[in-house]
């Protein structure tokens, strides 16, 4: 799309815009209406007259809203209407009375152009002699210069200062011109067609300069005809050096900027230099429309700032991507470590299985918390209910059944009725495995057929918290049937059980510490007659001891990992799976403790004389 | 917060839930209302396990589909899910194919990582002076070594103080910093449920 830059501000506007959206200036040259102004067509530009190129110029220099550079043929007029009001107004200027008042040349000038300037704000234009303007009066009238403008002989002597107050009458004609000026843009910004006002200050310019006189003009073709001056005063042209010579361009400017011959002929009609023949024509070139610029829509950045770039795009690339291993090769000293530890370990806990040593020393006392789950069990009656809680995941079986057989052996001698329920999902089988590894410690066989029924498994508690608090207030509506689908309830054993309380007993194994703090929230509180006993394993003795510790108790025992199902065992004196477990769980446990005396001290020693070698070299 | 009705709609249900709970404990009359809700929340997590088994299936399912890295695995998880799924639905939960496939698979292979996990505490325990050798690693090392000593029985060696110190440290260190523990999550889980009560956290969303 082509566009059209504004000379002034540079802003882009649309080709067919006249005037710049933005500063208004204009952007196409200013049609000549004939009709309007038929008196300045057909001329020629021999026909303009230096005074009429002066008007031109001062007229467009006033406004200040035409494109600087706007080209016309000389003899097109600038083709502005003048509103009605504004004709009206030229009319009385012509026809006002402009015989000059030296005595307000010299001393009253302000009344009259308060008074002018009164009319304008007024809008009326009725009194013609309000209208009066000195300078145009004294153009008019004046033949010559005035008495106190003529340099005679006597005053070439004159000091600086007596000739600037000489001049004084001609700083107050300037700013009188000012001052109408300043009421036409007045009038102007009122609503006005900015054109007309223009033309009227063209016009009023023009009589000024018809009717001023010889000297004035003199006084203005002073500078343009320097060299003549200069010739007449018998001054003779300076010459150049020639190094300051050759520098001159040696064509005309038509030559150096490609103009066309006959632009000499052209007459600038806006701007500064309206009115001047041959003005290099710069801004026809600039106000053209062309295409918008296509900027490379690549970031011009230097190589450096490129390469960074990149790597920092490799980074932030690599973040979401699985990074492979180092390739350490395949033997290590830490990989060769590792595999003699576990071989150490292994055979450490074979060698107790092959050699069927037995047991060497138990644990002589049971802890407190043993005792009192052993004691527990023991007061329980045959065909009691006991709730058993199988809570624990199938890697932690080898230490968890050891201590949970041990109990559910003693209470499958006592004849209890043993009702397994989890809140794990594995949980319900791994409660049918733990049955079947009690039934292998001693003579009972517990069943759950349909001819038998010895214990029964309820499954799975969904909910976590919520489902074992909801078992626990009413475990007929949260399990109502067992793992296999049948009614659960139905038994006598499980008919006058309502709540948890009304179970004889409720063992919680696991080796989960939130688990196992979820069963004392949720069911410890209806707990009043029932004891609670934990089966837990080694690691989280600690977590629950101090519900056993505290007053009144809220674990009623604890049987821990593997030790503890060896003492349990030693109160009751039976020796269940535990002792199979202990030989090899003792030489395992020693192992570990002597490969990490070992290892420990020999990387302590490893430390330190790196740490000596280094300050030795630190210090050399 | 933006507002969108659906957001307050659930704060309002997740408040009135927790209100009319926690007014069951302290109104036995309520407590038919409490154990209604008690066992909507039981329901509604069953079937969200039913939704993440049916989910696990499905994301491995897709990475064997769209032959992803690693879909072997996914394989195998697959037919592992689908033999024990037919194994206990045929044969039922108890049976005696279902408890073959938990003694001989399932307990062996998560007891073997537990193994696998204890060997590899030892090596780290050995290695902890290479690694940072400082007065709080001498009282690490030192505290397990007297533990493991304590549950020792060696023939003819008296390890009865070990013992004692064993049964010191359980007793008294280790039960004062757990109970310093569950004073910190008893705490901590009334300050969440008295967000979630007045809607200050809301943890289903919104």
């Known amino acids: ?620 | 917060m933006k507002s969108n009705p659906f957001v307050y709609l659930l704060v309002a249900i997740a408040i009135a839930s927790g209100a009319t709970v926690l007014v069951g404990y302290f109104f036995p009359s309520l407590a038919g209302i409490k154990g209604e809700m008690l066992d909507w929340a039981v329901i509604f997590t069953a079937v969200l396990l039913l939704i993440g088994v049916i989910s696990l299936v499905r994301t491995h399912w897709r990475k064997i589909m769209q032959d992803q890295k690693d879909r072997a695995y996914s394989l195998v998880l697959i037919i592992s899910f689908t033999t024990t799924l037919l194994v206990a639905v045929l044969s039922g939960p108890t049976s005696k194919w279902s408890m073959w496939l938990y003694n001989n698979l399932i307990i062996p292979i998560e007891s073997s990582l537990l193994g696998i996990l204890a060997v590899f505490l030892i090596y780290a325990c050995a290695r902890l002076f290479n690694q940072r050798m400082n007065f709080y690693t001498l009282v690490f090392i030192g505290t397990v070594l007297l533990a493991m000593l304590g549950w020792l029985t060696i023939p003819g060696v008296e390890l009865e103080g070990f013992k004692d110190f064993r049964d010191w440290l359980s007793s008294v260190w280790a039960v004062a910093g757990v109970r310093g523990i569950m004073l910190g999550v008893g705490l901590g889980t009334v300050a969440a449920g008295l967000r979630i009560l007045i809607g200050a956290d809301r943890p289903y969303g919104g």
């Not at chain 1, 018809?210 to 002073?222: L, N, R």
């Not at chain 1, 199988?390 to 052996?409: H, K």
């Not at chain 1, 029924?453 to 074992?468: C, D, R, T």
């Not at chain 1, 049937?481 to 054993?493: C, F, H, L, M, Y």
Request: charged residues 20%.
């Open chain 1, 1 to 620: 799309m082509e566009i059209v830059i504004c000379p002034f501000c540079g802003k882009e506007n649309q080709p067919e815009s006249e005037t710049c959206r933005y500063c208004q200036a204009r952007l196409m040259p200013l049609k000549i209406n004939p009709a309007s102004q038929p008196d300045l067509i057909g001329r020629s530009p021999e026909e303009e007259t230096p005074a009429k190129l002066k008007e031109d110029q001062v007229s467009e220099s006033q406004d200040g809203l035409q494109a600087a550079g706007e080209m016309r043929r000389s003899g097109a007029p600038p083709a502005s209407e003048a509103s009605d009001w504004l004709s009206v107004f030229r009319n009385q200027i012509n026809t006002q009375d402009l015989s000059p008042q030296p005595a307000a040349l010299d001393d009253g000038p302000q009344p009259e152009l308060r008074e002018i300037h009164q009319d304008f704000e007024a809008g009326a234009m009725q009194d013609d002699s309000s209208l009066s303007l000195p300078f145009e009066d004294a153009g008019q009238k004046e033949e010559g210069p005035p008495e106190n403008l003529v340099v005679g002989p006597q005053d070439v002597e004159r000091t600086g200062d007596e000739a600037v107050d000489d001049l004084a009458w001609l700083r107050e004609l300037q700013s009188q011109y000012q001052q109408v000026e300043g009421l036409s843009s007045a009038e102007s910004k009122k609503g006005e067609d900015w054109s007309a006002a223009n033309e009227l200050s063209q016009d009023s310019q023009k009589r000024g300069d018809e009717q001023v006189p010889s000297w004035v003009e003199e006084i203005y073709a002073g500078p343009l005809h320097e060299e003549e001056a200069a010739s007449d005063l018998g001054l003779s042209p300076a010459e150049l050096p020639s190094w300051l010579d050759a520098t001159r361009p040696s064509g005309t400017h038509q030559d150096i900027f490609g103009i066309p011959a006959d632009y000499g002929g052209q007459v600038e009609i806006a701007g500064p230099l309206a009115g001047l023949p041959g003005i290099l024509p710069a801004e026809p070139e600039i106000a053209l429309g062309r295409k918008a610029a296509a900027y490379p829509a690549q970031l011009q950045v230097t190589e450096t700032n490129r390469l960074q770039a990149e790597i920092f795009d490799q980074v932030l690339q690599s973040e979401g991507q699985n990074q492979p291993n180092p390739d350490r090769g395949l033997v290590t000293s830490q990989k060769v470590m590792r595999m003699a530890f576990a071989v150490i370990i292994i055979f450490a806990i074979l060698v107790p299985v092959f050699s069927l040593q037995t047991l060497e020393r138990y644990q002589p006392i049971a802890p407190v918390a043993v005792l009192s789950a052993s004691q527990i069990i023991s007061s329980i009656g045959n065909e009691s209910p006991v709730l058993v809680a199988v809570e624990y995941e199938p890697g932690f079986s080898g230490e968890l059944d050891a201590a949970l057989a041990a109990v559910l052996d003693h209470l499958m001698i006592q004849g209890a009725f043993l009702v397994f329920v989890s809140s794990n999902p594995s949980g319900p089988l791994q409660a049918e495995h733990i049955v079947a590894v009690s039934n292998q410690v001693g003579s009972h066989q517990y069943v759950n057929t349909e001819s038998q029924n010895e214990y029964i498994n309820l499954g799975f508690i969904p909910g976590g918290p919520a489902g074992l608090r909801n078992f626990a207030e009413n475990p007929r509506l949260s399990n109502p049937s067992d793992i296999s689908g049948e009614p659960a309830w139905q038994n006598p054993v499980m008919m006058p059980i309502d709540d948890i309380n009304d179970f004889s007993l409720v063992i919680v194994a696991s080796e989960n510490q939130d688990k196992s703090r979820a069963w004392i929230e949720q069911a410890s509180p209806l707990l009043v007659n029932a004891p609670l006993i934990y089966v837990v394993s080694a690691q989280s003795e600690p977590l629950i001891r101090p519900f056993f510790d505290a007053s009144p108790r809220q674990v009623q025992g604890i049987v821990s990992g593997v030790i503890g199902s060896v003492q349990y065992g030693a109160t009751i004196g039976r020796q269940g799976i535990a002792e199979l477990y202990w030989p090899s769980f003792n030489s395992g446990l020693l192992a570990a403790a002597i490969l990490i005396v070992v290892g420990g001290g020999a990387n302590a020693l490893l430390v330190l004389s790196a740490n000596k070698n280094g300050r030795k070299k630190g210090g050399n």
